[in-house]
Antibody
Framework: EVQLVESGGVLVQPGGSLRLSCAAS????????MSWVRQAPGKGLEWVAD????????YYVDSVKGRFTISRDNAKNSLFLQMNSLRAEDTAVYYC?????????????WGRGTLVTVSS | QSALTQPASVSGSPGQSITISCTGT?????????VSWYQQHPGKAPKLMIY???NRPSGVSNRFSGSKSGNTASLTISGLQAEDEADYYC??????????FGTGTEVTVL
């Protein structure tokens, strides 16, 4: 069974930085697009970013462009999200997700999520 | 890119059919057949129910079906069951090369 396990979510102050990680297993990680999707407490889903198989293509939602960077290490079956200049509105559960190829974009497997709280 | 518009809540009795709408624009749903639907139970990760407007992933009940007309996509749940009570989200590819989710619909089984 495909497994995606996120880590790195903590309480951080506004303006701070954080790096989320996602460990993937039970599938050939290097064959798949991957993405991050977030959900603020009690709110809906928001697509954040996605990355292609070799990391050469990356896409971001406008609200995080220039602040967040998605990356991957295929040798370690890992996905990352570097988050800088964090704002209160970035507070959310961040899900790591396996992504159908663009532009289909459907997500067939999700992790359980890691909570990022931005607050002073 | 604004979120796609869904009704906040839809309800039905067991065995009935319900339809959830998802309204976008000519920049997303209206021009692409890349609409997906997700089911999310409280405290759980979402689950893919429909992709490319009307395709069901393996393992998803055929009680779930999707369609699209113009700028609006729809998810129909037939033979409503208690386990269908959850939040449902649509999503679509956009002409900005990004993805946008819907506002979410809470389905209640009466």
């Amino acid at each position: 069974e495909v497994q995606l396990v996120e880590s790195g979510g903590v309480l951080v102050q506004p303006g701070g930085s954080l790096r989320l990680s996602c460990a993937a297993s039970e599938f050939t990680f290097s064959n798949y697009w991957m993405s991050w999707v977030r959900q603020a407490p009690g709110k809906g889903l928001e697509w954040v970013a996605d990355i292609n198989q070799d990391g050469s293509e990356k896409y971001y939602v406008d609200s995080v462009k220039g602040r967040f960077t998605i990356s991957r290490d295929n040798a370690k079956n890992s996905l990352f999200l570097q988050m800088n200049s964090l704002r209160a509105e970035d507070t959310a559960v961040y899900y790591c997700a396996r992504f159908f190829t663009r532009p289909v974009g459907a997500i067939d497997y999700w992790g359980r999520g890691t909570l990022v709280t931005v607050s002073s | 890119q604004s979120a796609l518009t869904q009704p906040a809540s839809v309800s039905g009795s067991p065995g009935q059919s319900i339809t959830i709408s998802c309204t976008g624009t000519s920049s997303d749903i209206g021009v692409y057949n890349y609409v997906s639907w997700y089911q999310q139970h409280p405290g759980k990760a979402p689950k893919l129910m429909i992709y490319e407007v009307s395709n069901r992933p393996s393992g998803v009940s055929n009680r779930f079906s999707g369609s699209k007309s113009g700028n609006t996509a729809s998810l129909t749940i037939s033979g409503l069951q208690a386990e269908d009570e959850a939040d449902y989200y649509c999503s679509s590819f956009t002409n900005s090369l990004t993805y946008v989710f819907g506002t979410g619909t809470e389905v209640t089984v009466l």
